[in-house]
């Protein structure tokens, strides 16, 4: 089971919008609405921030929302923040019974 | 509040067998409602999913470890464990362990800090 794919990086403005690509197969990202995405800052661990695709937690802010077409899942970042700046990883389910990330996208705040 | 503890050794020589522990405190393994998973991180990399296991037993593993990889859960010691055989120096990375919540398979809402083993003679 191949890696999703993700831009390695992304850049915005504070107050900008952003929106994150993960392309995958009908396998996986196309086939059933377990697309997660996580947060994660320098030394720490990830942290859940969207889930099924488009489903935030409890104390994420609503600036994050999440959507899918087809085989490709995305992330948006609406209003950027300094404290976005982040490696954002997606994740999803597959047809096998396991889980697969993408390879992880480095979000730079200018 | 649950959280999640990794535990081990931070060292490991290549071949033998790498041992993690995750003590899970503030709840209860065997209540059922979630997943239990390892994930690793290489140093500088993405997250690589190691494989899942449910308070039942059933266990799920990433394929292209399921050859060296055991996962397990003792209930009455509230921790699940992760043994990976035949370690190499690729096999260096920060491990966690995660919580999913059951029925939303790919989904870990709660994470152990990580921790970091090296595998070098």
């Known amino acids: 089971q191949s890696a999703l794919t993700q831009p390695a990086s992304v850049s915005g403005s504070p107050g900008q919008s952003i929106t994150i690509s993960c392309t995958g197969t009908?396998?996986?990202?196309?086939?059933?609405?377990?697309v997660s995405w996580y947060q994660q800052h320098p030394g720490k661990a990830p942290k859940l921030m969207i889930y099924?695709?488009?489903n935030r937690p409890s104390g994420v802010p609503d600036r994050f929302s999440g959507s899918k077409s087809g085989n490709t899942a995305s992330l948006t970042i609406s209003g950027l923040q300094a404290e976005d700046e982040a490696d954002y990883y997606c994740?999803?389910?597959?047809?096998?019974?396991?889980?697969?990330f993408g390879g992880g996208t480095k979000l730079t705040v200018l | 509040q649950v959280q999640l503890q990794e535990s081990g050794p931070g060292l490991v020589k290549p071949s033998q067998t790498l041992s993690l522990t995750c003590t899970v405190s503030?709840?209860?393994?065997?209540?059922?409602?979630?997943?239990w998973s390892w994930i690793r991180q290489h140093p500088g990399k993405g997250l690589e999913w190691i494989g899942y296991?449910?308070?039942?037993?059933?266990?799920y593993y990433n394929p292209s470890l399921k050859s060296r990889v055991t996962i397990s859960v003792d209930t009455s010691k509230n921790q699940f464990s992760l043994k990976l055989s035949s370690v190499t120096a690729a096999d260096t990375a920060v491990y966690y362990c995660?919580?999913?919540?059951?029925?939303?398979?790919?989904?870990?809402?709660?994470w152990g800090r990580g921790t970091l083993v090296t595998v070098s003679s």
């Open positions: 994740s999803s389910y597959t047809s096998s019974s396991i889980v697969v």
């Open positions: 296991i449910y308070y039942s037993g059933s266990t």
């Open positions: 009908s396998s996986d990202v196309g086939g059933y609405n377990y």
């Open positions: 099924e695709v488009s």
């Open positions: 995660a919580r999913g919540p059951l029925g939303i398979p790919g989904s870990f809402d709660l």
């Open positions: 503030g709840g209860s393994i065997s209540s059922g409602g979630y997943y």
